[in-house]
């Protein structure tokens, strides 16, 4: 209980201070991710912003899972009495649909040239941050991690799923 008040008191509190700052942000959505950039210093506007990017697309994953995989196993499990194998686990078929959406949504979906010239600039490094040992040290950070995300997913399902099914 006491995590939702701070997190309402910040929420509440941050509109009425961001207001302060600049009463005319348009559209309001996005007055968090100006004040990001614009008010806190660099290093709390990178975590403001992967914060809220992250809480969207936890939610949006989120849901997806509940709505097309955990609801109809549960239904099918719960309400039928029917025995799922291991591979039919809400998790599974959450992990499946979510990415079959995911993908669906995605095929044939063509940025505007506008989107294109945005991400380029998003994209353009700034020459005093062309450093190359700099920059092959991010890299290698980088693909690291994705590799050990990768890794510990693969894991996770692997461990899950196969020794259920014995």
Known sequence: MGTVGVLYLFLTFGAFTINLFNPDIRPSEVAFIWAAQHVLAPVLGVMVVTGIVAAGLSSASSF??????VTVASLLTDVAGAHLPVWADPVFIGLLLSTAATWTADRGA??????????????????TDRDPRKLNGTRRIATGTTAAFAAAGLALLVLYGIPAAF
């Open 64 to 69: 997806l899972a509940l709505i097309l995989g």
């Open 110 to 127: 063509e940025p505007t040239p506008e989107a294109r010239a945005f991400r380029g600039r998003l994209l353009t490094t700034p020459a």
